[in-house]
């Protein structure tokens, strides 16, 4: 998926060529958002919530659980959808992004859950918050998500889905939770005219 979403979004035919674009973009904001996220930690914050959730739902003895909540916590908050589907619902009232979203996501939890155990239900926490909040400040957002501003952040969120994918092959080589800013600078880039 996200080997896709970045071919899709950064290669087009024109003239019968093929040519590619987005990269400036692509390493501008992800290395932007990468200071911001290191300076946040907001992958620390997330582990120190799934500790908390590990000992609150006496999982103590499940290595794995900090780990499965953390990575399916990004997969299913990373992307357009959760960004696009929200803000639907908050201005015009239309879930049906969310509800194929939703869909979406069950079935990666059942998978995911499977493969690296419980901790990934708890996924839902953080994508309640991610969502809901989106949702709530839709008419305040709205105006900023031009058509370069999806596209880049369509761009920007496919790496991330990528990185997550390689955390799964390659435990925890990319701080994908510290790369989330990117999200946001990707937006701010296209809303500056670059």
């Known amino acids: 998926l996200g080997i896709g979403g970045t071919m899709e979004e950064m290669l087009s035919i024109e003239n019968g060529a093929l040519?590619?674009?987005?990269?400036?973009?692509?390493?501008i904001t992800m290395a932007l958002g990468a200071l911001m996220g290191?300076?946040?930690?907001?992958?620390?914050?997330?582990?120190?919530?799934?500790i908390w959730l590990k000992k609150k739902t006496g999982s103590s003895g499940d290595h794995a659980f900090v780990d499965a909540f953390?990575?399916?916590?990004?997969?299913?908050?990373?992307?357009?959808?959760?960004?696009?589907?929200?803000?639907?619902?908050?201005?015009?009232?239309?879930?049906?992004i969310l509800a194929a979203k939703a869909i979406l996501d069950l079935i990666i939890v059942f998978v995911m859950t499977v493969s690296m155990g419980k901790g990934c239900v708890f996924s839902a926490i953080p994508v309640g918050i991610f969502q809901g909040s989106i949702t709530l400040l839709a008419t305040i957002v709205e105006p900023f998500l031009?058509?370069?501003a999806l596209q880049n952040l369509s761009l920007v969120g496919s790496v991330l889905i990528l990185c997550v994918g390689l955390n799964?092959?390659?435990?925890?080589?990319?701080?994908?939770a510290?790369?989330?800013?990117?999200?946001?600078v990707a937006v701010a880039y296209a809303l500056l005219g670059f």
Not at 38 to 50: L, N, R, T
Not at 72 to 93: E, H, N, R
Not at 168 to 176: A, F, Y
């Open 70 to 96: 953390v990575t399916c916590s990004l997969t299913v908050c990373i992307g357009a959808m959760a960004i696009v589907g929200s803000i639907k619902d908050g201005i015009y009232g239309d879930y049906s």
């Open 146 to 148: 031009t058509d370069g």
């Open 168 to 176: 799964l092959i390659w435990k925890n080589t990319i701080r994908v």
């Open 19 to 27: 040519t590619s674009g987005g990269s400036m973009m692509m390493i």
């Open 38 to 50: 290191e300076w946040m930690d907001i992958e620390g914050k997330m582990e120190h919530f799934g």
């Open 178 to 184: 510290n790369l989330l800013p990117a999200i946001l």
